[in-house]
């Protein structure tokens, strides 16, 4: 780890976490009782250390994300190592595209490095929301174009697919997937971390459309400031798959990514705000 990224995780412990922590009091009872719901078995102080533990995650996530601007290729490969790359590649190969459903685990902003790992000539096409904030919308995306992909508002993806698919260009396409849908438009429902839960379904829709693969990247942190990423194949024919088949593979396989280490999981999102009686 260089000289530089040591001082920022010192920053994140004794000036961020201090501060977002305990002074802020950075949405400590929401992350409180997401975490008791999600866990009833848990004892409370297992619940306050996990909590902890996130934070100081959060912390760090905030630090890597602007040190990784400075970062090389060299450098981030070692920082963010992506398993399973060979047959990723083969079947963009094969199809001329796949659909990654990501989720806010670890650091999210560094997968989108995984520009670096794909075939030469492969497009990858980073699903975003813009920010309310103008000028933190422009550092972001400065920030996740670094590494070589094209962000794409979602309301344009499906428009850029349909470019990038017509001009023969092979595509990797980045989908946050962990996020909570409106009650009225979500169609997926299911159990998830001991809760009825509502799932984003534009993966599954797009994969279908287009037959596409599914891969979700499931990360986890071997140690501070190094993450490693098991890219496992949801569907590699979307098309033969059931409705909601795929979404529910993907909310399955991200429990499981949570339950592994569950401080590295977003949990400051108000994730479970509806519920499905509100539709």
């Not at 509502?198 to 693969?213: I, M, N, Q, T």
């Amino acid at each position: 780890m260089s000289l530089m990224l040591r001082i920022m995780h010192r920053l994140a412990d004794w000036l961020l976490y201090p501060l977002i922590y305990h002074v802020v009091r950075y949405r400590r009872r929401l992350v409180r009782k997401n975490l008791r719901n999600s866990f009833p078995e848990k004892p409370e102080k297992e619940i306050r250390q996990i909590e902890r533990r996130f934070y100081h995650q959060f912390c760090d996530t905030i630090v890597e994300t602007i040190y990784g601007y400075w970062m090389d290729e060299t450098e981030m490969r070692r920082h963010m190592v992506f398993h399973n790359a060979e047959e990723v590649n083969r079947l963009i190969d094969a199809t001329g595209g796949a659909i990654g459903m990501l989720a806010h685990c670890g650091n999210w902003e560094w997968l989108a490095s995984f520009q670096q790992w794909v075939t030469p000539g492969v497009t990858e096409l980073n699903v975003y929301r813009r920010l309310k904030n103008k000028t933190f919308d422009r550092l972001m995306l400065a920030i996740r174009a670094k590494r070589g992909g094209v962000c794409v508002e979602k309301q344009r993806i499906l428009r850029e697919m349909l470019r990038y698919r017509s001009e023969n260009k092979p595509v990797a396409i980045g989908m946050l997937s962990d996020q909570k849908p409106r009650p009225e438009v979500t169609r997926t429902w299911t159990t998830f971390l001991n809760q009825e839960t509502g799932f984003l379904d534009g993966g599954e829709v797009l994969a279908k459309k287009f037959g596409y693969p599914v891969v979700y990247l499931y990360v986890t942190r071997p140690r501070r400031g190094y993450y490693e990423v098991d890219m496992r194949v949801l569907a590699a024919d979307p098309k033969q798959t059931g409705d909601g088949d795929i979404t529910r593979a993907y909310a399955n396989i991200l429990e499981e990514n949570i339950k592994e280490q569950p401080e590295l999981w977003l949990w400051t999102h108000n994730r479970w705000k509806w519920k499905r009686n509100e539709m």
